[in-house]
């Protein structure tokens, strides 16, 4: 913390006219369905403060992950780009730290058989431009609090100048393995999702005080499993006991489900019971988040986002996961779909919903756009500002809005009636609701151009 009032002395002089951009705070949750608020059409789900976002600005509920599965879609969050552009195209098992020199840490960390899997750290997005660092570029202070999984997790990296994460891509609730400094602590008997809200918070406070704008990431590792009852706090697993989860489709399980059978056992309400659990602990700290911000007298020159970086299928089609829920992958739309808010008072307008179709592709030049660097955009994105939707007026030049998703071979094209899934070398290919063969010929040509 020291180093960010140093770099704010030395800086003061030189950011006097870029002062009065936003302020952005991006809350990134991990495998969130977009139905997954109470908000969102879920009343057993308990998330005032996600509903509270809602409320003072815009929700979106066709908002689209660029795959649907984690170090992906985050990379693409970043760059704006596809998966097959970015290059990093599923999770990655490892890449994330050294595991020679963090073997003690390794065998203390009891998630995922610890370091096992790692050898030397790669940064998967070196030398690919991200809007954090273009932010960094033009006076913005960034720090990260909570999950990063996209390559050497123990150096601060893409305009980064905080940084506090968690060695890999994953962690139990209870036993996080911490890094800071280029060191890696595991926290037995503290709760990861409250480790990341306290240091978010030591973070607002001190650039809260500055004059130079600031973008804090708050990448939560929840809702991802694991969801048995001695990951979460007591308080929530108590609240969600006995519930029936009525808004939840209780259906036979997908035939080609990976993640053992569901139906018919116990497994429903614990894999729901822990999974809402670890959304309303979220939803308690974003809670803090939010009213520290007011506290601080932030609120009018802050944009706070909120979405995940892919969706969630928790009984949805019998699926129990996102895109690999199954194999072949699945593109339903409760996998591809995030949920996401938005609030900056004065500018965005209050308690609405919006129903246009978004790419993650489309948060790189929007986020530019809201802070005065368009001029700084990358050239050849896919993705383009929907800011004339925050300001309650309709795109324009946006004639037939397609969106795209990839995983791995698999492709998905949707409009808003449509959506076609080509799974290549895998000897089937789906489409679903796809009636008209004129609108058939237009989406198979638009694959064939991608």
């Known amino acids: 913390m020291q180093s960010i009032r140093k770099q704010k002395q030395s800086s003061k002089k030189e950011n006097l006219i870029i002062w009065k951009k936003p302020n952005i705070i991006m809350i990134l949750a991990d495998d969130q369905g977009p139905w997954a608020m109470h908000c969102a059409g879920t009343p057993e789900l308990y998330t005032p403060n996600l509903d509270r976002i809602a409320e003072q600005g815009m929700r979106f509920d066709s908002f689209f992950c660029a795959s649907p599965v984690c170090s992906p879609a985050r990379a693409s969050i970043l760059t704006g780009k596809m998966p097959s552009a970015h290059g990093v195209q599923d999770w990655l098992r490892s890449g994330n730290l050294d595991g020679e020199r963090f073997a003690a840490q390794g065998k203390e960390n009891p998630y995922f058989e610890g370091y096992k899997q790692e050898r030397k750290p790669i940064s998967y997005l070196e030398g690919q431009p991200t809007y954090t660092d273009i932010l960094a570029q033009n006076g913005y202070h960034c720090a ?178 996102k895109g690999n829920g199954t194999f072949p992958m699945n593109m339903y739309d409760s996998a591809v779909k995030v949920p996401f808010l938005i609030s900056w008072p004065g500018h965005i307008p209050a308690n609405t919903v919006c129903s246009e179709m978004i790419s993650a592709c489309d948060l790189l030049p929007t986020i530019l756009k809201l802070t005065g660097l368009s001029d700084k955009q990358p050239t050849g994105l896919p993705g383009r500002s929907f800011t004339e939707l925050l300001e309650g007026r309709q795109l324009e030049h946006r004639d037939e809005v397609v969106i795209f998703d990839e995983y791995g071979p698999v492709r998905m094209i949707r409009t808003k009636e449509w959506k076609y899934v080509p799974m290549e070398n895998m000897s089937c290919i789906t489409s679903w609701t796809i009636r008209e063969k004129k609108r058939i010929c237009t989406v198979y040509r638009n694959i064939k151009n991608w």
Not at 151 to 163: R, V
Not at 224 to 235: G, L, M, Q, V
Not at 282 to 299: H, P, S, Y
């Open 144 to 321: 990260l609090s909570g999950k990063w999984h996209l390559g050497n997790s123990i150096e601060p990296q893409q305009g980064f100048q905080e940084w506090y994460t968690i060695g890999m891509g994953g962690c139990c609730y209870y036993h996080p393995d911490m890094v800071e400094h280029g060191e890696i602590t595991v926290h037995h008997g503290e709760y990861v999702t409250d480790l990341i809200t306290d240091r978010a918070l030591e973070y607002l406070k001190e650039l809260g005080e500055g004059d130079d704008p600031f973008y804090l990431s708050v990448h939560y590792t929840a809702p991802h499993s694991p969801w048995e009852k001695e990951h979460h706090p007591a308080k929530w697993i108590d609240y969600y006991d006995g519930c029936t989860f009525p808004s939840i489709p209780n259906v036979p399980d997908h035939p080609d489900l990976r993640t053992g059978a569901v139906y018919g056992t116990g497994k429903r309400e614990e894999n729901l019971r822990g999974y809402f659990a670890a959304i309303s602990a979220m939803d308690e700290q974003i809670g803090r988040l939010l009213d520290a911000v007011e506290e601080q007298g932030l609120a009018d020159n802050t944009v706070i986002l909120f979405t995940a970086d892919n969706g969630m299928s928790m009984g949805q089609h019998g699926v129990w996961g």
